[in-house]
């Protein structure tokens, strides 16, 4: 069975840190880029960053940067997604997809999606 798995979703305090994992099974990510996508009630899922097949090309939205560090281990068949200054609007529900090759940021073109891991950033 060919999926994806989000871990590391907590309740933090603004300015804190977190760590997603996106874990693959069924399939190697090695010819996949990875986007990681959020939704927070009421909105649309947004694009948060990705990372291209072989790392060569990353990309972030502009809330996040500077903030967010996304990183693929292809050994572990795992992407990553560090979060730090975490800010109450970063609140979402967080998914990782995979489409062949290179990234976008249209949530229709990827393949596979995990099945989402909950951020909640409050005092």
């Known amino acids: 069975q060919l999926q994806l798995v989000e871990s590391g979703g907590d309740r933090v305090q603004p300015g804190g840190s977190l760590r997603l994992s996106c874990a693959a099974s069924?399939?190697?990510?090695?010819?996949?880029?990875i986007s990681w996508f959020r939704q927070a009630p009421g909105k649309e899922r947004e694009g948060v960053s990705c990372?291209?097949?072989?790392?060569?090309?990353?990309t972030y939205a502009d809330s996040v940067k500077g903030r967010f560090t996304i990183s693929r281990d292809n050994a572990k068949n795992t992407v990553y997604l560090q979060m730090n200054s975490l800010k109450a609007e970063d609140t979402a529900v967080y998914y990782c997809?995979?489409?062949?090759?290179?990234?976008?940021?249209?949530?229709?073109?990827?393949?596979?999606w995990g099945q989402g891991t909950q951020v909640t950033v409050s005092s």
């Open positions: 997809a995979a489409r062949r090759y290179s990234c976008s940021g249209k949530v229709s073109e990827y393949v596979y």
């Open positions: 069924g399939f190697t990510l090695d010819y996949y880029a």
């Open positions: 990372v291209s097949r072989g790392g060569g090309s990353i």
